[in-house]
């Protein structure tokens, strides 16, 4: 069965700063990976996703992921945050036959 | 073009009632499911259904009961509310279960069981 990883629980950066997420995947084959963003009161918004091919995806609001198997990991990257970023960004991973599986979350703070 | 609309927004139970969850989407999607958000937890399917007619359990089903009558609706029903069942309930739908297909969320509704 696949299972997803957020390290962090919660993260605080300055706007301007850049941003880095760490999802992590266990699943023996190559995965589908997934992330959304909750913003308050909302529901999920897709902001990426990686089924195959080139290993760095672009998604919508800046942010990019890159895949990398050899850590089994799918880290969201920003180069620079702005305030409306302040949300709660969740990784998911599929086998392609099955539903997403969902990570815990990682809440992300931006100050001034 | 709605998206996926839930009803109602928040509601507050007492342990044993019962109600439905309202979930419909606009979009002639195939494929719906309902999620729980705990905090901590993540998201974690209930149930979900390829199309009218067919609904199969997730995660968490226990407690829960659904049916897809019509392609647009899919909704929860809780039987008998317990405190457990306090949560944050997403429904979701995509055009086919396949998960090259985006699924869109939508805005969730808060329930509390006391």
């Known amino acids: 069965a696949q299972s997803v990883t957020q390290p962090d629980i919660h993260i605080t950066v300055s706007e301007g700063a850049s941003l880095e997420l760490r999802c992590n995947y266990s699943?023996?084959?190559?995965?589908?990976l997934f992330w959304y963003v909750q913003s308050p009161g909302q529901g999920l918004q897709l902001l990426l996703k990686y089924f195959s091919g080139d290993t760095l995806v672009q998604g919508i609001k800046g942010f990019e992921a890159e895949f990398k198997r050899s850590q089994s990991s799918f880290n969201l990257r920003k180069p620079s945050v702005h305030w409306s970023d302040a949300a709660e960004y969740f990784c998911?991973?599929?086998?392609?036959?099955?539903?997403?599986?969902f990570g815990k979350g990682t809440r992300l703070s931006v100050i001034a | 073009n709605a998206g996926v609309t839930q009803t109602p927004k928040f509601q507050v139970l007492k342990t044993g009632q019962s109600m439905t969850l309202q979930c419909a989407q606009d979009?002639?999607?195939?494929?719906m499911s309902w999620y729980r958000q705990d905090p901590g937890m993540g998201l974690r399917l209930i149930h979900y259904?390829?199309?009218?007619?067919?609904?199969d359990q997730g995660e968490v089903p226990n407690g829960y009961n659904v049916s897809r009558s019509t392609t647009e609706d899919f909704p929860l029903r809780l039987l008998s509310a317990a405190p457990s069942q306090t949560s944050v309930y997403f429904c979701?739908?995509?055009?086919?279960?396949?998960?090259?297909?985006?699924?869109?969320f939508g805005p969730g509704t808060r329930l509390t069981v006391l």
């Open positions: 259904s390829v199309g009218a007619g067919i609904t």
């Open positions: 979701a739908s995509s055009y086919s279960p396949l998960v090259t297909d985006t699924q869109y």
């Open positions: 979009m002639n999607h195939e494929y």
């Open positions: 998911a991973v599929s086998s392609g036959n099955t539903p997403l599986v």
């Open positions: 699943y023996g084959a190559t995965p589908y």
